[in-house]
């Protein structure tokens, strides 16, 4: 943080809002080839009709705002009317819910070195950023992807992607947006669950040294990261305890206690499976940071096979996503249990 810097006001209250007591965040800013691919799975055509109305249903779930603080949004989604002329964002704020938008432009290989990946959309940043901000947006994020293998992740790598989120971070604060900054540590591979954490560690390290460095004021961001797990391959897969132990270990080592919030990615996990470690993780306590959610596919999976495309399962993939909320909920609480998973819609998270 610079000297003598001041937190501005509005970038707390946003802080506050996404940070509500038991409330996560919802990720639903999967570009085009992303949800091209997760409607595919199931036949849904990936028009333009389609993906708006798959949008509309998720915001407009009754009862959402109760376990749910703010939603990302992608470019489209963000620009979009709602069948009934709506602007997304205006769904959102009119259901107390904060509206923010994924500014990364996906991303690309890293060149000269094999399986790495960086992210791009530096490019005209700052003046998207302001006209996202005059169109209501509040928050905003970046996601940097670091993947684990023979001879991977290279500093390299890490210190690239660490150097963009800050200039993001710092660009957004400028911008009067608060930034979500996700360095994710993909699951995938064979590696123990003591190698993730290490990486992840280095990875998180990177990411604060270069905040640090840009200025970037800790009291204004989120972060947005992943569970410390054994690799999906791996052949001994760590227990929720260990998870709990070494995820808050690995935090407590890198995340300086001035960031207000951090959020956890589903990254994959089967959506019982990230509840469930977000519970452990919860009921541990003592840590220093609000943790949160911001689940993508961890919220929504059941609901979008549940529409599978059709006006007719509005109303039932809607409750799908509000019982994944509510459980998810629970979990920030240290209350959720295999009971939660019968609740019935209607029923309060605190119960
Ligand atoms: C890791 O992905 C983010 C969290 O989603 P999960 O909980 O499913 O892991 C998610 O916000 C992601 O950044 C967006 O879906 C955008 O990804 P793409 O690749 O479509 O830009």
């Known amino acids: 943080m610079k000297p003598g810097h001041e937190l501005g006001t509005s970038l707390q209250a946003t802080v506050s809002a996404l940070l509500a007591p038991a409330k996560g965040i919802l990720a639903a800013d999967e570009s085009f080839s992303t949800l091209g691919k997760r409607f595919a799975a199931l036949g849904i055509p990936s028009t333009e009709d389609n993906r708006r109305a798959y949008r509309e249903l998720l915001f407009g779930t009754p009862g959402l705002e109760e376990f749910i603080s703010g939603a990302i949004l992608s470019d489209e989604t963000f620009r979009q009317d709602t069948a009934s002329g709506t602007p997304m964002p205006e769904v959102l704020t009119g259901r107390s819910m904060v509206p923010g938008i994924k500014v990364d432009a996906g991303l690309a290989a890293f060149p000269g070195f094999e399986k790495e990946m960086f992210t791009q959309g530096l490019d005209g940043l700052r003046q998207r950023l302001a006209e996202y901000r ?104 760590a227990d929720d305890a260990q998870v709990a132990e070494a995820t808050l270990r690995c935090f407590r080592r890198s995340v300086p206690a001035a960031v207000p919030g951090i959020v956890f990615l589903s990254g994959g996990q089967s959506d019982v499976a990230a509840t469930r470690r977000l519970d452990a993780i919860c009921r541990t306590g003592g840590a220093p940071w609000t943790l949160g959610f911001s689940f993508g596919r961890g919220l929504q999976n059941e609901a979008l096979k549940t529409w599978n495309g059709s006006p007719a399962n509005v109303a039932a993939a809607q409750a799908a996503l509000l019982h994944r909320a509510r459980c998810d909920s629970l979990a920030l609480l240290g209350k959720y249990s295999a009971e939660a998973e019968r609740f019935e819609p209607g029923q309060k998270a605190s119960a």
């Open 134 to 237: 005059e169109s209501g947006a509040r928050f905003t994020k970046w996601r940097a992807v670091t993947s684990i293998g023979r001879g991977r992740p290279t500093r390299t790598c890490i210190r690239s992607n660490a150097d963009a989120l800050a200039l993001f971070a710092s660009l957004s604060q400028e911008a009067g947006l608060v930034p979500i900054v996700e360095p994710e540590v993909l699951m995938d591979g064979t590696h123990t669950i003591a190698v993730c954490e290490e990486v992840t560690r280095a990875v998180l390290q990177a990411v604060f040294d270069a905040l640090f460095g840009h200025g970037v004021r800790l009291e204004a961001l989120l972060l947005k990261t992943g569970m410390v797990l054994s690799g999906t391959d791996c052949a001994e897969q």
